[in-house]
């Protein structure tokens, strides 16, 4: 996996790609954002990028990078002096994946790229859909044959809860209200309240095993599956 480092302190970017290197990982270093966004961006797994550089800040590539299709998809982990909450809620709603505050810590760094690293991969390769079919990790649901096999084994279920189950596996990380759940999964001519959609939820967890904790309820918003 190929890793970008962006900090205009050279002791930061060598010690960073000495640490990573390390742990097996490609890295290149560029000590500016001018310098890094002349890189062909889009061959890079992740990014570490400061916040506070010369002209052009790591907030400022960081929205250059999310508006481009080319490079929106690679995950971005802040590299900052400031921890104000501001400065936290700003790089998370620009679409950073993570922040790590200076003075950097070698440890806390090679766990939060991992960790990082863990997610968006798993988020790019499941759930996946292919030939009718919707894997995620040990679930596998048959489209056509209305099936589902959980950790090898096949289960019962109802029409209710094979719709439900089948549409969180397509639409992973994404908050529906009960309103959308009823519009999305029930029949069109059958009128039920908010209630039915909870008592189908709480089936559905308990049939899924181990996999039921990531539907996550939302309050105020609804339900979703969280990968």
């Not at 806390?108 to 859909?129: D, F, M």
């Not at 094979?162 to 992973?172: A, V």
């Amino acid at each position: 996996m190929k890793i970008l480092v962006v900090d205009d302190e050279q002791d930061i970017c060598e010690i960073l790609q000495y640490n990573l290197e390390n742990e097996g990982f490609e890295v290149v270093t560029a000590y500016s954002a001018e310098e890094a966004l002349e890189l062909s961006l889009q061959d890079f797994t992740l990014i570490l990028l400061d916040v506070m550089m010369g002209e052009m800040s790591g907030f400022q590539m960081a929205r250059r990078l999310k508006n481009n299709p080319a490079t929106a998809q690679i995950p971005i982990i802040f590299i900052t002096a400031l921890d104000s909450e501001d400065n936290l809620v700003k790089g998370l709603n620009i679409g950073a994946d993570d922040y790590i505050a200076k003075p950097l810590g070698m440890k806390e760094v090679k766990a939060r790229v991992k960790a990082v690293l863990r997610r968006t991969q798993s988020q790019q390769n499941g759930p996946t859909a292919v030939d009718n079919h919707i894997a995620y990790e040990g679930i596998m649901v048959d489209l056509n044959a209305k099936s589902v096999v959980c950790d090898g084994k096949e289960l019962e279920f109802t029409k209710l809860e094979f719709e439900l189950l089948s549409f969180f596996l397509q639409h992973p990380n994404t908050v529906f209200s009960r309103e959308d759940l009823l519009k999305y999964c029930w029949p069109n001519d059958v009128l039920v309240g908010d209630r039915t959609v909870d008592v189908n939820i709480t089936r559905l967890r308990k049939k899924i095993g181990h996999y039921g904790k990531q539907i996550k309820t939302r309050v105020g918003y609804g339900y979703c599956f969280e990968k």
